[in-house]
């Protein structure tokens, strides 16, 4: 019996699930992250082949397990590509495994592996499309250069907006006595040496929890922000719509989203009218089972036994 196994390696944890040919449920688990980022090869290595033998029949031979695992960070670096691959060759051994990025995985599974676009907004932003077989990507070129409507984007949006009302610029609204009570400022230019000092890419992105509490109070300038990050995140959207003359189905990804109709409702105001807005159907890890079942088809398999896609 043929057994296949998902894997969505992402930066807080590793989900695994394993499915059989006739689609029933093997086994699943979650364990800490293998970002390469965050732990070193053999540990990563380590917390793999434990998934796999936690979420494995041990009945299953290994020519008969294909294996799918999308990870953070592997994408057009050749570097980190060929760490990751190694990684995945010491862990997996004689199975039939696929490598793929931890987006496209989302993308299979929000879809249930059909065509449209996925629009992914965490700490930063991208967007993927699924056309047939092929992959496409808008956006996607990190903090310093883009990541519009991410939650790094609009913590760093929230910090200009208190900036603005200090300085009489824009009028004072909640948001700013908020960051005041926040940081414990006496004195608001007191906030440069915090933010230059403590405050990374992650923190600043976490500051976005603000914003929220901010729009559920109604606060008219973060609810401008969620307005502001709903059209840069349709503008990426609506780039990859053209791939579709009849439209698509879009559906999201990453913590953003958890702002639901605020960022929700003005993203609809400016999205394409053949675009269809849905909620994911699945999980990023079930995704990865598709794709590990997709590409067990005859014709997909390299001649070391390693999937080489399809």
Known sequence: MNYFIGIDGGGTKTDFLCIDENGVAAGKTTLSTVHIMQVDDDEAVRILKQGIEETLPETAAKKDVFICAGFGGYGKNAEIRQRIETICSNSFGNMNFSVKNDGEIALYGALNGEDGILIIAGTGTIGLAKVKDEMKRCGGWGYLLGDEGSAYWIGKKLLGEFCRQSDGRSQKTKLFYTLLEHFGLEDSY??????????????????????????????????????????????????????YPDGCKLSYAGGVWRAGE?????????????????????????????????????????????????
Do not use: W
């Open 190 to 243: 007191n906030l440069i040496p915090i933010i230059t000092q403590t405050h990374d890419r992650t923190s600043v992105a976490s500051l976005a929890k603000l914003a929220f509490a901010l729009a559920e109070e109604k606060d008219s300038a973060a609810l401008e922000i969620y307005e502001e990050a709903a059209k840069q995140l349709a503008d990426i959207v609506n780039a990859l719509s053209k791939n």
């Open 262 to 310: 605020y960022i929700i409702a003005p993203l609809k105001k400016y999205l394409d009218e053949k675009i269809q807005l849905i909620a994911p159907e699945h999980t990023p890890v079930y995704g990865a089972y598709l794709l590990a079942r997709k590409m067990s088809k005859k014709g997909c398999l390299g001649t070391d036994g390693r999937i080489l896609g399809c």
